[in-house]
């Protein structure tokens, strides 16, 4: 079970030798001048340290870049279940997944127009997403509803003649900030009283250019704006693009969005994984260094069994979504349902609760920009609210058990 292939052992030694010698050794000064450069919301002025391009360019070259695209011409044709072990080591840097063009959203929007582009999107909106030219964003959530209910959309995209006219207001607009970002898939209600529910949203892209479409604001997670990357607010107002700027046709949107959350949700919760590995590196290597009472602090107060717990908990979440990843690959997103809520709950809690634990141990350092462990914790709460919050994938797994014994769906009043 697991097995990898030579190929995929290459990529794997490969990229964890560029994290190592690349990335790591100058991770902590490039935050410190992502803080310099960027010190205020306005995202009109945010720009990337120097060493983001040039490393994004190395890595290029070394043929470490789309690695989580299965195609063998586009991106390095390795399946989920290849690529997640990949995703795992990039998850110990809070760059490296941009460094390698495999950073949401814009490898869950290539994915999404590989899969659902025509030949003319692809054209326009994937190539230079694949060549590392642009940057994108993906404007799903609402601040006016409950986005635990994707149907609960208020945002339109209106077909008028061979145009479609967009309105409405999205947040939590991941990469919105990015200087390098040109357009947004937006998704939105697309009324048709002729289809159900689930075939009345499309996703459409729109350049971010497009008159009508304007930023209102850069929302901060803890404080932290996240520039130059960004998590904003932007309204659309009367927007008008080509119909023929629709991914996959209207009322396609919640199809194309499981096809594109299915894998992202591996590649998301490898990346925890890889950062809660980080962090009990962390913790052991504080808890012995530093001492308290005549001991290293590791070996006071019940710590010993805290290193050990974490241990547990990251195998058990890694090993869980590696059968998610593999069991996708074999019969497809949705025979693994069951399995990829349930690691969209595990992942993200194990990397929390790990983070959390390394926190104490290094007491007030710990909560301090001086280590990775504020910026792990952001992403692990986040996550457990991204892409669906833990109380609708639980849902669905109770659900789905149900199903497996015979219960019909319970009727809504």
């Not at 964890?16 to 803080?35: G, S, T």
């Not at 950073?103 to 694949?130: H, I, V």
Request: net charge negative; hydrophobic share 40%.
């Amino acid at each position: 079970m697991f097995n990898i292939s030579e190929r995929v052992q290459d990529f794997y030694q490969r990229t964890q030798d560029f994290i190592q010698q690349e990335i790591e050794p100058i991770e902590d000064d490039f935050w410190q001048q992502c803080h310099a450069l960027n010190p205020s919301g306005d995202w009109r002025t945010w720009q990337w340290p120097e060493q983001y391009h040039s490393l994004r360019q190395k890595a290029k070259q070394a043929g470490l870049w789309n690695m989580f695209l299965p195609d063998d011409q586009l991106g390095a044709g390795l399946s989920v279940t290849d690529y997640a072990p990949i995703a795992e080591l990039t998850g110990r840097s809070l760059i490296a997944p941009n460094i390698f063009n495999c950073n949401a959203p814009d490898s869950g929007n290539m994915e999404l127009l590989w899969r659902y582009g025509n030949d003319s999107q692809k054209q326009r909106f994937l190539t230079p997403l694949l060549e590392g030219k642009t940057r994108s964003v993906f404007c799903m959530t609402e601040p006016s509803v409950a986005s635990s209910d994707a149907t609960n959309m208020q945002a339109t995209a209106i077909i008028e003649g061979d145009e479609i006219v967009l309105n409405g207001r999205k947040w939590w607009s991941s990469g919105l900030g990015d200087p390098d970002v040109d357009f947004i898939i937006f998704m939105a209600y697309t009324p048709d009283n002729n289809k159900d529910r689930h075939h009345q949203h499309s996703m459409v892209l729109v350049p971010i250019d497009a008159e009508g479409v304007s930023i209102q604001r850069m929302l901060q997670v803890f404080g932290d704006y996240d520039a130059p990357h960004g998590h904003g607010e932007v309204e659309f107002n009367n927007v008008r693009v080509p119909v023929d700027n629709i991914i996959g046709g209207p009322g396609m949107g919640f199809e194309i969005a499981q096809g594109r959350l299915g894998p992202g949700r591996i590649h998301h919760c490898m990346r925890c994984i890889g950062a809660a590995e980080k962090s009990l590196e962390l913790a052991v290597h504080r808890g012995m260094s530093r001492t308290g009472f005549g001991k290293p602090i590791l070996q006071l107060g019940g710590n010993m069994e805290r290193i050990a717990d974490a241990r547990v908990k990251i195998d058990q979440a890694r090993l869980l979504t590696l059968y998610a990843a593999q069991k996708m690959d074999e019969k497809g997103i949705k025979a693994a349902l069951t399995e990829i809520s349930a690691i969209k709950v595990v992942a993200p809690t194990v990397l929390q609760e790990v983070v959390d634990m390394a926190m104490q141990i290094h007491g007030g350092m710990g909560v301090s920009q001086d280590t990775m462990l504020p910026r792990f914790y952001a992403q692990a709460r986040s996550l457990r609210l991204a892409d669906g919050p833990d109380e609708v994938h639980k849902t669905m797994i109770a659900k789905l058990e149900l199903k497996k014994l015979g219960y019909s769906r319970p009727r809504s009043k």
